[in-house]
């Protein structure tokens, strides 16, 4: 008598419907690999995970109404034993930091999800990490540098919103000299050429958000 393995069960979340789409079609041409649910926001992907509690979880951390690490959080805390993989757009970023702080046991970056994608599941379904040789690295090399302060963070979020270093002193109520000196160390800390380069580097690696 042959005795079939049930397959692994995969949520998956991503606020992009070309990326839940795109996961689904590479995962379906494998028998040992189901898919059992989509979700589009933190939100959804609590309440799908309580349903399924699936084997493998794929969490985008940049999403509308609840973010993956909000999610990550709230569905570790409920299910210490979830198996979750983090998505992301950009090597070193921060919110996927925390979410392999929180718990988060893979980290996938979206360009190179085909490639990644199969060994990834696999292996966190088998109970091992999957932390691929060059991301590793590039989390080591920042977990020094996420280390803005509030203010700092701040600082930075009103700057990517267009305000001058006068009207970042108004509304946070601090001298203009002081936000300069934040904005000095803030590109000290990022590695910022100028203003306008510590603010991309700050939205690619999830420091700050733009305004919806």
């Given at each position: 008598m ?99 702080k ?33 991301i ?77």
């Open positions: 042959v005795v079939h393995k049930k397959p692994i069960t995969v949520l998956i979340v991503d606020d992009h419907a070309l990326i839940r789409e795109g996961i689904s079609a590479v995962v379906g041409g494998y028998e040992d690999i189901s898919v059992v649910g989509e979700a589009s926001n933190g939100l959804e992907a609590i309440r799908l995970y309580r349903a399924s509690q699936p084997d493998v979880t794929l969490m985008d951390v940049q999403m509308p109404e609840l973010n993956g690490l909000g999610a990550i959080s709230a569905i570790m805390s409920e299910f210490p034993q979830a198996c979750i993989a983090v998505l992301t757009t950009y090597r070193g970023d921060v919110r996927a930091l925390q979410a392999i929180a718990g988060a046991r893979g980290y996938l970056l979206k360009s190179t999800l085909r490639h990644e994608l199969i060994e990834t599941i696999r292996n966190l379904a088998a109970g091992k990490q999957r932390f691929p040789p060059e590793a690295a590039e989390l080591a090399a920042h977990i020094d540098q996420d280390g803005l302060t509030r203010r700092e963070v701040q600082v930075l979020q009103h700057v990517a919103e267009g305000l001058s270093n006068k009207e970042t002193a108004v509304a946070l109520a601090i001298g203009e000299d002081t936000v300069k000196g934040h904005l000095r160390n803030i590109m000290d800390k990022l590695g910022a050429y100028n203003r306008t380069h510590a603010v991309t580097i700050g939205l690619q690696r999830g420091i700050i958000e733009l305004p919806q």
